[in-house]
């Protein structure tokens, strides 16, 4: 019997180390990466590698096409995505129980899960094709698509926390019900909403795969959405595979501004969720 | 009364039919905005079926089946099979699964039952969240330049044709990329399992080991597959990182050093090189292949997710 | 009679298929505070939210009968009019978490849009303060978020909310049941300071708040009203068994 609980006793110590060692190991490449990216990018980043377009192999040019790109990208797909997500998320929380409502809740767990690059795809038949022409637009549109389902169900999922009780005081104010949800319902729930956006934002920020037909890159400066523009992604890309070493390490040098935007994000997710939650 | 007494009372009575009847339009108006964005977004789903459909028709109506069993891709001649992908994409997919699994449930069981709190558990918390944020191509990009040559010197020890690039590397740069999906995945099951269980186990004198094992695994099992199931969907869309160091070889791979190709990497690749209505419609219908699968992984897997959720 | 500022006349109120209220006729003469009494599940807080018509907010239910409002039936305008003109307090306080206290006063203009000068505002916000006798706490706090006060205190800046928008009637559902007993007492003190100017329907399960309270009573059973009067008869001489029966404790 005492060495019955012996063995028990070494068997769950042995599993704690394991599971430690497993758990911890996963800091390893994390580290690495970052450790990579910091080192050759740290280098290469200056004034002039951020304000200055790309220039031929040989000549010291920048990104500033890129970030600018990467910023119109967003921008654009964000005017997209907000308002109709928004609404749609709206939807689903006050129509709960009706049958399109689940509908769209699980189209949106599935749109989710769809490989971005088919949403690349399908930009491609539905904007590239008519318009004859890669184009920032299509590549808006990619990213609105991808941003879509994050936010819906932030949105849903933060509307879902505001108690039924505000409703009733609204309303009972002599409110109409769409003032209500407008200004007492989605106030109430925007520092979860808005961190759902942030979130979307980060996430397609890095987006390569549905911009690789449809923005398709541009070595020059671009803002007419109906022509192709270039974004970080896109550069690292073009950068990383091509044969020559200046451009390899203007790509690292493009990681490491990609990895900083990314993170400030993420981290201002962070803040907005702790700093101004709202309480009830 | 006050002046704003009188201004409200006035607001009451005034015409009471007539904002009435402006409420109602501005009420239904509104209703209508809802529901209209709802129908949008519906539909954007569906149109990409729809369009995927459409546009791999002449590929379907050529190859029928044969496109999923036969290995010849060949733009030349006209030939078009996507099996050498579909074997990429589920190699890769199935490796990094294998090797990320011990990783990320050993962390979601020591984050949520051994280290709830502490500076240790605060940065594997931040190590798992950074993991998820960084984005495909930086993964692509570190795995060419740091992880190739590491697996070639490997391949050069083991014997193998030295190329660095191939399916094991992309599985490693995969299972890296899908720890924090999985990790997180995992950490919601185990959460979803009854308190009151676990502490029936350690009443009985249970050591924490075998509550793992006997009690909260055994109850978990349906969210686990999910889980599993919901990573694997992650995986075999992943774009960037496995087109940058599969080696992008139209073959099928002999082995796990062999360079290969996975179907979301062929579409990236030879997109906008294709040339003619059939290589289009291939790669195409390639996309709806992926797409029909993502359907059925995510379907099954927030199904299960969904029934573990009610029963708790 | 032309004091009755509340009528309501054979009226019934249904949940799915369910019949809440079961033919309910009473008359509410005009500032008076009057108590509905009841065991729980007896349609007093459905007849008190149809009062407002906040009982149709969910889908299953309906109603048949008629309120009337100063003699104007309150089922033949909108919803939302009728609700500016009837103020309702809920069980647990409720101030909007994302406006200050200031705002959270002034808040049934503002969700309306009715157009306020600066001084109009301000002094409807003060003379309700005063009202709810909240102003000498918060006076200088007008600008901070109306979540942070005590719970009685979110209760009185609830009803400052409800008597900004100077209601003819005034609902209070349970308005007291989540309130410790010094909070409690100093609502009581309220309404009987508040009666004076609006007419207040308070619905408790708490009998001692009632005799407390009121002027008038109402004593509903099962959907049905069985008894009502002034407070002081109902509770010394009730004419219906069952009324005596709950009033002393054997069931409820």
């Known amino acids: ?280 | 009364m006050t002046q704003a007494e009188i201004s409200c009372k006035d607001y009451r009575l005034k015409n009471l039919d007539k904002q009435g009847s402006s409420i109602t339009r501005k009420e239904t108006l509104f209703r209508f905005f809802l529901v209209t964005a709802a129908i949008t977004s519906v539909s954007i789903v569906m149109g990409i079926f729809i369009s995927l459909l459409f546009g791999s028709w002449k590929s379907i109506n050529e190859f029928g089946l044969n496109f999923i069993w036969s290995s010849a891709w060949n733009p030349a001649a006209r030939q078009f099979g996507a099996l050498p992908f579909i074997i990429g994409t589920l190699s890769t997919s199935f490796l990094a699964l294998l090797i990320s699994i011990p990783f990320s449930f050993a962390s979601a069981i020591y984050l949520s039952l051994y280290l709830k709190s502490g500076w240790l558990s605060g940065l594997l918390k931040f190590s798992v969240e950074l993991l998820a944020g960084i984005p495909s191509i930086i993964y692509g990009f570190w795995g060419l330049f740091v992880l190739v040559p590491i697996v070639r010197s490997i391949e050069i020890k083991l014997g193998f044709i030295p190329y660095g690039v191939g399916v094991a590397t992309a599985s490693i740069i995969l299972a890296i990329m899908i720890i924090p999906f999985a990790s997180s995945m995992a950490s919601e099951v185990i959460k979803l399992v009854p308190q009151d269980l676990k502490e029936a186990g350690f009443a009985m004198g249970a050591t924490r080991f075998e509550v793992i094992k006997n009690i909260i695994l055994p109850y978990a099992s349906g969210g686990i597959f999910s889980g599993i199931l919901l990573a694997f969907g992650r995986a075999f869309g992943e774009t960037m990182a496995v087109t940058m160091v599969i080696g992008n070889s139209n073959i099928i791979p002999k082995n796990i050093f062999s360079p290969a190709n996975s179907m979301a990497s062929v579409i990236a690749n030879e997109f906008t090189e294709a040339r003619g209505d059939l290589y289009l419609s291939s790669l195409i219908e390639i996309g709806l292949l992926l797409f029909i699968i993502s359907f059925i992984v995510n379907a099954i897997g927030n199904r299960i997710m969904k029934r573990m959720t009610v029963k708790k | 009679m032309e004091n009755d500022i509340l009528k309501i006349e054979n009226f019934y109120a249904y949940y799915d298929t369910i019949c809440i209220l079961n033919n309910i006729n009473l008359k509410f003469k005009k500032n008076r505070a009057i108590s509905i009494l009841g065991p729980s599940g007896c349609g007093k807080t459905t007849l008190l939210r149809c009062i407002n018509r906040m009982h149709e907010l969910a889908d299953e239910a309906f109603v048949k009968g008629k309120i009337l409002l100063s003699d104007k039936d309150i089922y033949a305008t909108e919803p939302m009019l009728i609700r500016r003109r009837i103020g309702m307090v809920f069980q647990n306080p409720n101030p909007f978490p994302t406006m200050n206290i200031y705002n959270n006063v002034i808040a049934g203009y503002k969700l309306n849009s009715i157009k306020l000068k600066r001084s109009e505002s301000d002094k409807i916000v003060e003379e309700s303060l005063i009202k709810a006798d909240l102003w000498e706490q918060v006076r200088d706090n007008l600008y901070k978020r109306g979540t942070f006060l005590s719970g009685g205190q979110q209760q009185r800046l609830c009803i400052a909310r409800a008597l900004a928008m100077k209601p003819d009637i005034l609902l209070l559902d349970e308005a007291t049941a989540s309130l410790d007993p010094k909070a409690t007492s100093n609502i009581e003190k309220l309404i009987h300071q508040l009666k004076h100017s609006v007419t207040i329907i308070v619905v408790t399960h708490n009998i001692a708040q009632a005799a407390r309270v009121s002027d008038y009573t109402a004593f509903l059973y099962s959907g049905e009203l069985i008894e009502f009067g002034k407070t002081g008869d109902l509770f010394t001489t009730p004419k219906d068994k069952r009324t005596e029966e709950y009033l002393t404790g054997k069931f409820g």
């Open chain 1, 1 to 280: 019997m005492e060495k019955r609980l012996k063995i028990r006793q070494i068997q769950d110590k042995l599993f704690t180390v394991i599971v430690a060692l497993f758990s911890i190991a996963i800091i390893l490449p994390l580290f690495f990466i970052i450790f990579y990216i910091v080192r050759n990018g740290a280098a290469e980043i200056n004034w002039h590698f951020i304000t200055s377009l790309p220039k031929p192999v040989g000549e010291t040019g920048g990104i500033s096409n890129a970030i600018v790109g990467t910023t119109e990208l967003i921008g654009i797909a964000a005017l997209i995505a907000i308002p109709l997500a928004l609404f749609t998320g709206i939807y689903m929380k006050e129509f709960e129980k009706s049958k399109l409502a689940a509908v769209v809740s699980s189209l949106t767990d599935l749109l989710q899960g769809v490989p971005s690059i088919v949403i690349g795809i399908v930009c491609y038949l539905w904007i590239v094709l008519p318009l004859r022409s890669f184009s920032a637009l299509s590549g808006s549109v990619a990213l609105a698509i991808m941003m879509l389902p994050m936010i819906i169900k932030s949105t849903y999922h933060s509307l879902k926390l505001v108690p039924d009780s505000l409703k009733e005081a609204s309303l009972a104010l002599g409110t109409p019900y769409y003032r209500t949800v407008m200004k007492v319902i989605v106030p109430a729930a925007s520092s979860g909403i808005i961190t759902g956006i942030i979130l979307s934002i980060s996430r397609v920020a890095g987006e390569t795969a549905p911009l690789l037909f449809t923005a398709f890159g541009n070595p020059f400066m671009n803002l007419n959405v109906t022509k192709p523009v270039n974004s970080l992604p896109l550069l690292i890309f073009n950068y990383a595979t091509s044969p020559f070493s200046d451009w390899q390490k203007q790509a690292w040098g493009a990681s490491l501004i990609l990895i900083i935007m990314v993170s400030a994000l993420n981290l201002l997710s962070k803040i907005m969720e702790h700093k101004w939650k709202t309480t009830y």
